[in-house]
């Protein structure tokens, strides 16, 4: 296939480095309402769950701070659409590949004012199944459950904007699906 048939969208640099800044600001707060709970008392102030929004704090945010840290040294494109289909490599918790003749519709989700898109595949457990990643195969047999796909992408470190991203898919989806 020759590079002119393809559409690379690379990663954002500048993205992941604000998301990383972020992160960082989060497990440093977790860390002072694990280690200080006391200062952050308000009327409805509950040392344990303080305590506890902590230590959660500092695990999630950590987790992602690694691996956005580890996403920055990767030269690949965050995603590659061809005529066979896309080549997820957005996220920690990226598909792989997706071919266009699995998918049946691509969705808009929100969670929390963030976007991403679900892959509606026909069949979602060959995706999970192929992945050898415990954590990894957790993370999509949750989002199978919560939003009908396993396979979510989000536009947060690409270098391309949601809309944009959301339109480009759905205009190559009917292109190439047959």
Not at 131 to 137: D, E, F, G, L, Y
Not at 165 to 178: C, T
Request: charged fraction near 20%.
């Amino acid at each position: 296939m020759a590079q002119t048939e393809q559409i690379e969208i690379p990663l954002s640099k500048k993205k992941m480095s604000l998301a990383l800044f972020c992160s960082i600001v989060f497990v440093i707060l977790g860390g002072l309402f694990l280690i200080n709970p006391s200062m952050f008392i308000t009327p409805w102030y509950n040392p344990t769950i303080t305590s506890i929004t902590g230590l959660v704090s500092i695990l999630l945010f950590g987790f992602c701070a690694v691996s956005i840290f580890r996403k920055r040294s990767d030269k690949k494109a965050g995603l590659i659409i061809n005529k066979e289909g896309i080549i997820d490599n957005s996220s920690v918790f990226s598909a792989g590949f997706i071919l266009w003749s699995d998918i049946e519709e691509i969705i808009i989700c929100n969670v929390n004012n963030q976007k991403f898109l679900a892959f509606i595949v026909k069949n979602p457990q060959d995706y999970i199944n192929k992945v050898t990643s415990p954590h990894k195969r957790k993370v999509m047999e949750i989002n199978y459950k919560m939003f009908g796909s396993p396979i979510n992408i989000s536009a947060n470190i690409l270098q391309e904007n949601f809309d944009k991203l959301y339109n480009l898919l759905i205009e190559e989806m009917k292109k190439y699906k047959q």
